[in-house]
């Protein structure tokens, strides 16, 4: 046998072995997909993808070979990433809204392959979830300018469903009207509350009266309807395109830096892992002096770094408040444990409703 032969016939033995671990990593592939289904989970992870590149090629000490093995490994991704986007087709994102709403333009952001339902209310959509019509939803907690969505803060305080991540979707609003309406024939603007509060500046500075709308989008779909030259909407480019208005001034956001904080429920919580950096917890304290504030100093004390605190009343006694806390820290660890057990006795309720690795911007 000659040195070519040789070197050929290694190369199939070597291939041989390869499609069978194929075979075996596309098996776990499947597994991936389906969790990420069940937990609300995005496909792609670019930091993740980089982490684990850096790590695996350190295996490979030719240095010859490592390039070469650095682009297999992203053509093994890229190939697990195309299998999970189609094992995911059919996945159920409920949002509130209508199609060109913000959620509906997070949804397809989050979730590409996944079928976008929508709801009338962030009650419904989540409801969806916890009566199984949908695999996830995902809904508005915060936006930069115009502070918490209290409905949204809610639900996950009284309901059953687990936060498994937190995507910053950037928010451009604009002045949407019927085709050959002029800026000076416009006298009332409609969208959803928070948009309002969001374009003030402009809304008072063109002396336009506002008329609320459930979302933008439901806005945008009233004025198309309507055939109206005096009345406009504030809503997305999506919304003009969905419903055939003219996108008459751009950006109207007060502020430029417009981003609202979408979070993704679903009835299954994410597995605990040593990567996790973030977590969302409730908790009710005890009707003691100082309670909360001993509360507050068990976080620190155990080494978590408190982001947000935010106060909504529970509608079961007057006067009576739970509290909203985003930490920094994993709240899986030996730490993590300990300090939910010091809570347990300031708290009268506490609840873990999410712990993930890391916020994305979208």
Known sequence: MTGLEKARQTINEVDKEMAKLFCRRMDAVKEVAEYKRLHGIQVSDPAREAEVIAKNSKMVEDEEFKSYYIDFLQHNMDISKNYQHRLLEGMKVAYSGVVGAFANIAAKKVFPDAIAVPY??????????????????????????????????????????????????????????????????????????????????FIKKHGFKTEEAVNTAVAAKQVAESGRHDIAAIASDDAALEYGLKNLVAHINSSGNNTTRFAVFSRSAKAPSKEDKHFIMLFTVTNEAGSLGKAISIIGENGFNLKALKSRPTKDLIWSYYFFVEGEGNINSDEGKKMLEELKEKCSEIKVIGSFEKEISL
């Open 120 to 201: 009338s209310d962030f009650k419904s959509a989540y409801n969806s979830v916890v009566n199984g019509e949908s695999d996830c939803v995902i809904l508005p907690i915060e936006n930069s300018y115009n502070g918490d969505v209290g409905q949204v803060m809610d639900l996950a305080f009284f309901g059953p469903l687990h936060i498994n991540g937190i995507y910053d979707i950037s928010v451009v609003q604009n002045l949407l009207v019927v085709k050959g309406t002029t800026l000076d024939e416009v006298k009332t603007v409609i969208s959803h509350p928070q948009a309002l509060g969001q374009c003030a500046e």
